[in-house]
Every structure is written in structure tokens, then in C-alpha cells.
């Protein structure tokens, strides 16, 4: 009853028949501020790191040497200890909750790897790491806010600062706003779904792509989180509103409101908006891949992680909803995965070296045995994908 009371608010609903047409894809389950205090911790951060760096330097023998490619960083090790092994580093975005933070405590538990938290709120961030028992050495809380892209030049800049090596970047911030009646922008005045999740990610991966390059790191990643629900090829994918980016005619003009403030020209609908800025991610690490993969030899990838019914991401969204949420995926979808499980996946997409191929969107099965999925017809259109790389790089300044 109540289930029904909270789906009834949904724009519309699903018909018996495609449930049957779209049955197989069941299976597919599947930190505040910037500014001068950020500024004054990241120098403290960089000078604590380099006297870190010279009493130890960061290399372990623990993890299994692949290829080791040229490029060293500076003032690093000799390049005896550069051929064995060394931790890897790894930025993760929202890394203060949900996905994020699992993925963060999932590699940083192996000892292999040091996890540079992107956060919008610094002191979130830390308790975060704290709460879930991550050792003070195996993580670094930075500042990013996605929503702006000045914050997203400082966050490279400051990491830049920190000579450490970038050998995994993981895009896995998001806002979802289902409920917003009015659009709201981020500081460049960017609908703030499509701004955050997509625009900010969109110039952070372009600008941290020259430092994935320098990393002598056997195999050196850049992973985009995406989604079931912007892939109309599922059941998922087909509850409205439903993912579509249309000839990209709202971004092209802005995505401010003044036009549009949808990618499509259309009328604002925040579910909407969170869909089709999954959509840019997916066709983002194509393009990506298209480009740069045999150039860098480095891997990109995107994946469905699963339903985490309960992280953040529902913050929004009405209380009926977020009850009915997980006990709805877990038992009548049987999409659900726990936060743990999903980081655990995530995890692997950073540091497995059998899902080391690029260009892969990763799903996983209900044994939790990952494979390369198909992507829907939008989500995977090259020719988008290149229009969407072309007016993005306009709309953050790199064109
Ligand atoms: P959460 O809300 O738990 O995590 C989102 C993270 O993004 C938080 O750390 C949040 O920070 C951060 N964030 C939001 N806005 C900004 C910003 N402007 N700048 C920097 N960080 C920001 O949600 P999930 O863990 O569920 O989502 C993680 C990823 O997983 C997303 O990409 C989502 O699309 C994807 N995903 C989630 C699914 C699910 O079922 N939950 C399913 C499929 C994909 P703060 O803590 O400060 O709010
Ligand atoms: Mg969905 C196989 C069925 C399946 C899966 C795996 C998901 C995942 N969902 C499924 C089915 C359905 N959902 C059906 C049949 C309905 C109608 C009753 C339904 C509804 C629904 C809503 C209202 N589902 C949702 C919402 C949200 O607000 C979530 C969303 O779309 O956020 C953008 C959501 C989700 N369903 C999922 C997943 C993974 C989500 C979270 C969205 C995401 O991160 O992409």
C-alpha cells in the first residue's frame, strides 16, 4: 500500500509489457569554502606531505609490478625502487559518502593505495574517513567543490603542489535534485546536475589528464561513475523521466536558465537533469577513450555500480521515498546493493588487473561477477559523444 502511495508519485508509470520487453536487464543488478582557508591548508597539506615524503618515501613492496612505463615524478625514488612497487594514488571525488567513501576504505584497506579525497566539506570528509577506520597514512582530504570550476583549477593546482603522482582519477561525485520545482546553477551559473556531475567533471578529468600521463604506474585509470537509469536500453532506464540529451540544444546555449537549463531546450525536471548528465559521463569516457587511450595508455572505463538504495544520494528526495527505496530494490527489483559491496566493485574497476581493458562500462551480475555491458543507443552515439566533448570544452573555457 505504501509503496504503491509513494510510486504513485512518480510522472507516470510502467507498463507489464515493457517490464517483459526489458526483463533481462533484472539481472543487471546490480566536502566547505574554498578560498584562503583551503589555500592555507593545502600548503600545509603539500609541506607536511614533503617532509612525510623524506623521512619515508612511498613506495612498498606490496603491490605486483605490471609494465613500468618513462616519466618518473620529481624528487622521487631511485629508479631501482621505481621498477618494484609503490602505492598507488588515487583521487576520488565525493569521496565524503556512499560509493565515494566505500571505494576509499576499499583500497585504502589493501595497503596498496593512498586515497586523495576530493571533498566539498573538508571536516565532513575527515570524519568520514575516521567513522569508517581509515589509518590517518593511507588518505588525504582535499578541497573540491564541483560546482565551481575556479574550485576545480585551484584542487589541481593544489595537487599539483603536492608532487605526489596521479595514477587513478575517479570521477564519482553527483547531485540528484528530484524534487526541485526550479533549477538551481552552480557558481559559472550551470544548471547544477548537469554543472556538477558532468561540466566539473569534465574539466577536472581534462586537466588531471596531463598528470595520469606522467605516472610510471602499472596501469593508470580514469573511471566515470554512470548509471542504469540514463540507459534506456533497461527497465531502469525506461521509468520516467527518461534520459535524452536531443540535439544538446540547452547546453550549447548555456544550460542558465535563460534559455534552458536542460541539455535537451526542454522544460526543467531535476530527475531528468541527474539522468542525462549520467548520459555525459558514460558518452564523456568514451570520447575519452576514442582519444587519448592509445596515445596515454591509459584506461578508462565507466560502471553501474548497483542500486545503493541508502547513500546520500536520495537526500532529496521525499521521506515515503527514502523508506520504500531499499526494501523496493532489495526484495521486488533485487537491484540493490549495499554501500560496502558497491565500493568493493568500484574498487576493482580502480585497481584489477583484469578490468584493465578501456572503453568499458562495467556492470556486475547477482553473484557479483563483473562484465563489460552494452551501453544504450544515446549513451554510446561516438557522434554525440564528440558534439557533447565540443560544447563542454566551450563551456569551461578550454576552447
Ligand atoms: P552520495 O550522495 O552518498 O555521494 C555523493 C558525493 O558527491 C558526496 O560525497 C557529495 O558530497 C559529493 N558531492 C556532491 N556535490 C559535490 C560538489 N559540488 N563538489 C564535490 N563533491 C560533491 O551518493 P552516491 O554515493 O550514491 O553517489 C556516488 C556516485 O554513484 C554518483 O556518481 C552517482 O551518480 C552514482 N550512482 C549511484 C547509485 C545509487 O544507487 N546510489 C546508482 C548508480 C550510480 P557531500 O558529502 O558534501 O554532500
Ligand atoms: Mg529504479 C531492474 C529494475 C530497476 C533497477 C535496477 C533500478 C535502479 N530501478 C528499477 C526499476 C524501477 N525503478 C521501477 C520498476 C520503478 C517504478 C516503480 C522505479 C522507480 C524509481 C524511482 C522513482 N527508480 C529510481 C527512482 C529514483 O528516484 C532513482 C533515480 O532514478 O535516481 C536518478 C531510482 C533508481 N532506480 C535504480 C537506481 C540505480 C536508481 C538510482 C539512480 C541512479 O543513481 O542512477
Redesign the pocket.
Known amino acids: 500500500m505504501a ?1 504503491q502511495a ?2 504513485s ?2 510522472p507516470s ?2 507498463s507489464i509489457q515493457k ?1 517483459g520487453k ?1 526483463n533481462a ?2 539481472k ?3 566536502f566547505t569554502g574554498s578560498s584562503f582557508s583551503n589555500h592555507l591548508r593545502a600548503e600545509k597539506i603539500s609541506t607536511l606531505l614533503t617532509i612525510k615524503r623524506r623521512q619515508k618515501p612511498r613506495f612498498s613492496t606490496g603491490i605486483r609490478a605490471q609494465t613500468v612505463t618513462a616519466t618518473p615524478p620529481a624528487n622521487e625514488a631511485s629508479p631501482e625502487q621505481k621498477k618494484t612497487e609503490r602505492k598507488g594514488t588515487a583521487v576520488i571525488t565525493g569521496a565524503s559518502s556512499g560509493l565515494g567513501l566505500a571505494t576509499a576504505k576499499a583500497l585504502a584497506d589493501t595497503g596498496k593505495w593512498h586515497v586523495i579525497m576530493a571533498c566539498r566539506n573538508f571536516l565532513k570528509a575527515e570524519k568520514a574517513a575516521r567513522s569508517v577506520g581509515m589509518s590517518k597514512e593511507d588518505y588525504t582530504v582535499m578541497h573540491l567543490d564541483l560546482a565551481s570550476l575556479e574550485s576545480v583549477k585551484q584542487f589541481v593546482e593544489n595537487f599539483r603542489r603536492t608532487e605526489q603522482p596521479l595514477d587513478v582519477l575517479v570521477c564519482n561525485a ?1 547531485v ?1 535534485q ?1 524534487t526541485a520545482k526550479e533549477p538551481s546553477f552552480t557558481a559559472e551559473g550551470f544548471e547544477i546536475s548537469v554543472g556538477t556531475n558532468h561540466l566539473g567533471h569534465f574539466l577536472l578529468s581534462r586537466l588531471l589528464l596531463d598528470d595520469l600521463k606522467k605516472s610510471d604506474y602499472p596501469s593508470k585509470r580514469m573511471i566515470i561513475v ?5 540507459n534506456t536500453n ?3 532506464g525506461n ?1 520516467p523521466p527518461k534520459a535524452n540529451l536531443g540535439d544538446l540544444r540547452g547546453l550549447a546555449s548555456g544550460l542558465n536558465g535563460q534559455n534552458s537549463s536542460m541539455i535537451d531546450g526542454g522544460e526543467f525536471d531535476g ?1 531528468k537533469a ?2 542525462d548528465s ?1 548520459v555525459c559521463n558514460m558518452l564523456t569516457m568514451q570520447e575519452l577513450h576514442r582519444r587519448y587511450h592509445e596515445e596515454t595508455g591509459v584506461t578508462f572505463a565507466s560502471l ?1 555500480p ?4 541508502t547513500t546520500g ?2 537526500r532529496e ?1 521525499i521521506p515515503l ?1 527514502r523508506l520504500l ?1 531499499p526494501p ?2 532489495k526484495y ?4 540493490y546493493v549495499s554501500e560496502e559491496e558497491a565500493g568493493k566493485r568500484l574498487a576493482q574497476v580502480v585497481s584489477d588487473p583484469s578490468l584493465g581493458k578501456s572503453g568499458v562500462y562495467w556492470s556486475w551480475n547477482n553473484n557479483s561477477s563483473s562484465f563489460e555491458n552494452q551501453l544504450s543507443k544515446e549513451a554510446s552515439d561516438a557522434e554525440k559523444a564528440k558534439k557533447l566533448w565540443e560544447v563542454s570544452e566551450k563551456l569551461v573555457g578550454l576552447a
Open positions: 509503496l509513494a510510486y508519485l512518480l508509470t510502467i517490464e526489458f536487464s533484472l543487471e543488478t546490480t553527483a540528484y528530484p554512470g548509471s542504469i537509469t540514463g533497461t527497465l531502469a521509468v530527475a541527474y539522468k549520467k553501474y548497483g542500486c545503493i538504495a544520494l536520495f528526495h521515498f527505496f523496493f530494490q521486488i527489483t533485487k537491484g
